[in-house]
């Protein structure tokens, strides 16, 4: 097991069907590790199931999302490295040339195949890291883009948008997180003044509990909410509290290329037309109160033909709201004063 990130594709790809052993093939780990932590997480889904009592849900919760633990001293670091690209490439092309020169024929090397060359060149990776970049080297080529049709259930897109208000004769600016259902039609925001990771997270578990349900995937763009950093050209790492969020609920994280909005053009319009919609004509308010009771009776009227009411039926059925809390430890300075990020408080002697 690496991290978080490995926990949850074991966990998805279980409730997909797979065996313990296809997961094991897929992600190129033991067989073993799927089980235990396969296993591990119906145990909890079925206490989660089993209690009311709160203190017990945030002690479950915290076990479903934890990452993994285990002893890597002995380890071997293993790594896509430049000369694996470089043997990977050259065999890539010479399949090529053998098309070229065959035509169609059924004598191409298998992944397998690859993977065994590739072995025998002393590169340490794994069948399914081998089979990522093949996929990844193949798709970089020249792109198309396809009207994408979705079941209820399967996508929702993710984006924030920004709308400058005027609150009581002052001008402020606000965000809106959207969230857009492309299958449904459906749209809806939530009014913050930041964009902060915690508004990010608040967000998604206020709309799943609106909502009842959640869908089998959401997009994002590579907002540094969901990307927390780029490892070379193609590689990105996530954000851990989102990939906790979508072990706990769920779903699948999918992020968009860079420069590439039409990935989840849905969302993209969705920022636009709420705006406008919303904004346009009415953008004074007496408070953030009134702005909200607003935008808020805006929405039901824009989602009134929508089929949202169909999707609920068939979506994987929400749990209790994830406790988005963080608990520090600080210290009092001489000034009897305790720092929160860029904030401080003052404590009694």
């Known amino acids: 097991m690496k991290n978080l990130l490995d926990k949850a594709s074991i966990i998805r790809l279980k409730e997909q ?37 709160i203190a017990k849900i945030s002690e479950i919760q915290e076990n479903i999302t934890s990452a993994p633990k285990y002893n890597s001293e002995n380890r071997i670091r293993r790594k896509v490295t430049p000369e694996f690209l470089k043997a990977l490439e050259k065999i890539l092309e010479e399949e ?8 169609t024929n059924k004598q191409a090397l298998t992944k397998q195949q690859i993977y065994e060359l590739l072995k025998k060149q002393s590169f340490p990776l794994s069948y399914s890291t081998v089979v990522l970049e093949m996929k990844r080297i193949k798709s970089s080529g020249k792109e198309c883009f396809i009207r994408q049709d979705y079941d209820f259930g399967d996508r929702l897109e993710y984006d924030f948008g920004e709308v400058k208000l005027v609150i009581n004769g002052i001008v402020k600016r606000y965000y809106i997180a959207v969230l857009s259902s492309p299958a449904t039609n459906f749209r809806w925001c939530y009014l913050y003044d930041n964009c902060k990771k915690d508004v990010f997270l608040v967000s998604h578990v206020r709309f799943f509990e609106m909502i009842g349900g959640v869908w089998k995937e959401i997009v994002y763009d590579n907002m540094r909410n969901v990307v927390s950093k780029f490892i070379g050209k193609n590689e990105k790492e996530l954000n851990e509290d989102l990939v906790k969020m979508s072990l706990y609920y769920g779903f699948d994280i999918n992020v968009t290329n860079a420069f590439s909005g039409n990935e989840k053009g849905y969302v993209e319009g969705s920022v636009k037309y709420l705006r406008n919609k919303i904004f346009a004509e009415n953008y004074k308010f007496s408070s953030e109160e009134a702005t909200i009771e607003y935008m808020e009776s805006q929405l039901m009227k824009l989602n009134e033909n929508s089929k949202i009411e169909e999707e609920k039926k068939i979506l994987e059925p929400t749990k209790p709201p994830l406790e988005l809390g963080e608990i520090r430890k600080s210290f009092v300075n001489k000034y009897s004063f305790v720092q929160i990020e860029n904030n401080f408080y003052s404590v009694p002697e």
């Not at 090529?96 to 035509?103: A, P, R, S, Y």
């Open 96 to 103: 090529e040339k053998k098309i070229k020169t065959l035509g």
């Open 17 to 53: 069907g797979l065996s313990n052993r296809g997961v094991a093939r897929e992600l190129g780990i033991d067989k073993k590790t799927v089980n235990k932590y396969w296993n591990e997480y119906k145990d909890n889904l079925k206490e989660l199931n089993e209690t009311t009592d």
